[in-house]
């Protein structure tokens, strides 16, 4: 199992940004396409940003514009660069691989979004 280390999270205003950060181990990490995602109490984790090795990016429709995901893959590293934050964006964000068989979910970073 990879580790993955997720920070960056903390309170902001409606409007404010953020830049989250997971920090894996291991050369592993540069052979897979990396997630970010998010859940809410009584929700499914959903995958909000993915990157593969090569840098594809794909977003959910929600955070297209606001939300940019990259990677470091010499610091085994994922960031994900959130704007425009909206109340909606409240929610614990986690790193992982973008499908399965998926890592040893991190304890993740909370974002909340309140004025």
């Known amino acids: 199992q990879v580790p993955l280390v997720e920070s960056g999270g903390g309170l902001v205003q409606p409007g404010g940004s953020l830049r989250l950060s997971c920090a894996t181990s291991?050369?592993?990490?540069?052979?897979?396409?990396m997630g970010w995602y998010r859940q809410t109490p009584g929700k499914q984790r959903e995958l909000v940003a993915s990157?593969?090795?090569?840098?594809?990016?794909t977003y959910v429709d929600s955070v297209k514009g606001r939300f940019t995901i990259s990677r470091d893959n010499a610091k085994n590293t994922v960031h994900l660069q959130i704007n425009s934050l909206k109340p909606e964006d409240t929610a614990v964000y986690y790193c992982n691989t973008e499908r399965p068989p998926y890592w040893a979910w991190g304890q993740g970073t909370q974002v909340i979004v309140s004025s």
């Open positions: 990157i593969t090795t090569g840098g594809r990016i």
């Open positions: 291991g050369p592993i990490f540069t052979f897979y396409t």
